[in-house]
């Protein structure tokens, strides 16, 4: 299984990004996909999840409204819009695989709950 992320860099409060995820060696149309994130010396969050239709996405409360997952079976990626980024949006995002949900009362997200996931891109929002 690999997955490589793409897409992240520095951009200005109030910015747009969108991150891409590439997935090889699983049957990436069959998993459910999640984006999940990192900022320096704080834990994983999850971010958003998607079906493996696309038809279904959830969102963490700290991005809805402001972020959109997607997917492209037919090219096996991962996309996630970003629009109107804050600093706390800082972080390297990493896309996970067989994961579409995480939710508060599961407790805090750790890597050995992610099953597959990538090296991540970094993100910094920042003026």
């Known amino acids: 299984v690999q997955l490589v992320e793409s897409g992240g860099e520095m951009v200005q409060p109030g910015g747009s990004l969108r991150l891409s995820c590439v997935g090889s060696?699983?049957?990436?149309?069959?998993?459910?996909m999640s984006w999940v994130r990192q900022a320096p010396e704080k834990g994983l969050e999850w971010v958003s999840g998607?079906?493996?239709?696309?038809?279904?996405?959830y969102y963490a409360d700290s991005v809805k409204g402001r972020f959109t997952i997607s997917r492209d079976n037919a090219k096996n990626t991962l996309y996630l819009q970003m629009n109107n980024l804050k600093p706390e949006d800082s972080a390297t995002y990493h896309c996970?695989?067989?994961?579409?949900?995480?939710?508060?009362?599961?407790?805090?997200?750790?890597?050995?709950?992610?099953?597959?996931w990538g090296q991540g891109t970094q993100v910094t929002v920042s003026s």
């Open positions: 996970a695989a067989r994961l579409v949900q995480w939710m508060p009362d599961m407790g805090p997200l750790h890597t050995s709950d992610l099953s597959d």
């Open positions: 060696g699983f049957a990436f149309a069959d998993v459910g």
């Open positions: 998607i079906l493996s239709d696309g038809q279904h996405t």
